[in-house]
């Protein structure tokens, strides 16, 4: 039995312990005679641990998709194995190392429920970063971290060149799917979800949205996702929805990051167009021809943008009125 609590210490009897001591610190590079590991919950989330050896004062992360009660143990599976897979992935295209690197994965069992074990990285996320500069006035540390960040997803894009064009039907088909998760939750009424589904299918009649070839996506960029480490490096975890897609997933789902933390915490949605701009355009100075791509990105940003604001509008703990304009947003977006 798996007995893994709040701020408490592993019994040695317990098999996640001999996980830890026996494959996880190996492969970690470490020995340890009698190791010592306490387990407690990494910030509010109740699927992520934080596994501390106290000798050493190493710390590794533990994932387990096994809590994850609405899923079935195939489905649990293949996430375990999909998210491994895509972390060797990424780190054997180059992403293992400053500045630009994914979270190393040290072990997978199915029979520890579901268990990914990763190393710890520490520093601050994104998100810390946005605070800092809606609330303090820090904004050149905050466009000094998006450049770092465009910088990762510039090598990120870049792992595999793809030939085939994007399957633009796929993220159209996201869209709808949100939309109408939205309208069963009352958060659009019959008006808004026949307007949204619309301007959806008017974007999946243009060429542009197809034209793009596949790149690698990390495909869930929300500033709690990227880490920045003392010596200017940023480090990518959760890489469950990594795939081949448009680059401009990424690019969209993070603007619309930094336009919603700007218009829920100061209610200055604006405040946050420089910072998306920056970004945008330092991601796109790194190709041959700048501009040309520069016009390119801007343009299918609209809809991964819009992607992005209904995706954020499912959080039912954000308030009724700010949920209520990431979808009007959104509609503005795809109407421009």
Known sequence: MLTVMVNHRIDVKDPLYRHLSTVVLPRAGLEVKDPDFESSHLGTCETIYLFEEKKTRVCFVGKFFGFRSQLSDCDRRNLLNHEFKNLCLARNMGLCSVPNRVVQPLSKTEGLNFLLVE???????????????????????????LTLLAHFFFQLHSCITGTNQVNFGDD?????????????DRLLDTKAVSELSHLCNQWEKTDEMWSAKTALVHGDTTPTNFIFHPDDG???????RMHLG???????????????????????????????????????????????????????NRFYMALGEIRIARNP????????????????????
Request: proline share 2%.
């Open 172 to 184: 159209a088909n996201y869209f709808q799917s949100i939309i109408e998760s939205l309208a069963r």
């Open 317 to 336: 703990w954000l308030p009724l009125q700010h949920r209520t304009w990431l979808t009007e947003e959104a509609r503005r977006c795809l109407r421009q």
């Open 119 to 145: 190393d710890y990285v520490r520093g601050h996320d994104l998100d810390y970063y946005i605070a800092k500069a809606i609330y303090n006035g820090q904004h050149d540390r905050l466009r000094q971290k």
């Open 246 to 300: 448009d680059s401009v997933y990424d690019i969209g789902m993070l603007a619309a990051e930094l336009k919603h933390h700007f218009a829920w915490r100061i209610l200055k949605a604006d405040a946050g167009e420089p910072f998306i701009t920056h970004f945008l355009k330092t991601y796109c100075a790194q190709f041959s021809d700048p501009e040309n791509v520069f016009n390119q990105v801007n343009l299918r």
């Open 234 to 240: 940023v480090t990518a975890i959760d890489l469950e």
